[in-house]
Nanobody
C-alpha cells in the first residue's frame, strides 16, 4: 500500500506557472506508475499525465502537451508536475494516483491509490 500527498497548488494568473508535487510514503514507490488527474466542478475526473515506475516512459493529455511536464525522483519518493502557460480552463483540483509499475493508463478506474488533491485556480 502507498499513501500519496499532493502540494503546490494555488492561485495564478493566466500564462503563469506552478509546480505540483506528489510525495509517496513507504519505500515501494518505484513499484508504481504515478498519474496526475484533475477534476473541475461539474466535470468528470480527467487524465493529465503519467510516468511509469522509473520515469523512463511518460504520457500526457493532448490538452497539456507542450505546457505540462511530469517527472519523478524515486530517491525522494516524489513525482512532480511542472505546469507552464496556464489557462483558465486548467482550473481544477489536481490529484496524483498510483497504478502498476509498467502501465500508463489514462483511466482513473485503473488507479488503486489516490491523494487528497490540491486546488489549482487560474485567473484570466
Amino acid at each position: 500500500q502507498v499513501q500519496l500527498v499532493e502540494s503546490g497548488g494555488g492561485l495564478v494568473q493566466a500564462g503563469g506557472s506552478l509546480r505540483l508535487s506528489c510525495v509517496a510514503s513507504g519505500r515501494t514507490v518505484n513499484r508504481y506508475t504515478i498519474g496526475w488527474f484533475r477534476q473541475a466542478p461539474g466535470k468528470e475526473r480527467e487524465f493529465v499525465a503519467a510516468a511509469n515506475w522509473d520515469g523512463g516512459s511518460t504520457s500526457g493529455a493532448d490538452s497539456v502537451k507542450g505546457r505540462f511536464t511530469i517527472s519523478r525522483d524515486n530517491a525522494k519518493y516524489t513525482v512532480s508536475l511542472q505546469m507552464s502557460n496556464l489557462k483558465p480552463e486548467d482550473t481544477a483540483v489536481y490529484y496524483c494516483a498510483a497504478d502498476g509499475p509498467f502501465t500508463l493508463s489514462r483511466s482513473p478506474s485503473d488507479y488503486d491509490y489516490w491523494g487528497q488533491g490540491t486546488q489549482v485556480t487560474v485567473s484570466s
